[in-house]
């Protein structure tokens, strides 16, 4: 392998860590599964670093890969339900039963 393709693989490796955190930050429906495939994309990468190119930057992709992620990956999920939770507490929603008065519950019989 010359030293482009090595530059490319680790410029690669970067920007699926980057994107796959950005997206389980982002509080939209089903990011954080495509940020699950862009971080398993760089594991792979990470180890053809391994193997190909450089041990040192193979394991520190892959270390950085796995625990960032989780990291990021729960953070988002917080953020997702603290968000919901606002959601429900500003809304003008309130569940009202069927069976809440017995005028209603003679109407089921």
Known sequence: MNDNDIFLIKRTTYACLIISWILFLAPLPYTSTIG?????????????????????HGLITL???????????????FLDMAILEKKIENSDFKYK???SNTQNRNNFK
């Open 63 to 77: 270390v950085i890969g796995t625990v960032i992620s989780s990291i990021c990956y729960s953070i988002g999920l």
């Open 97 to 99: 039963s069927p069976f």
């Open 36 to 56: 699950i495939t862009l971080t398993l994309n760089a594991i792979i990468l990470s180890v053809i670093c391994i193997c190909k190119i450089n041990v040192k």
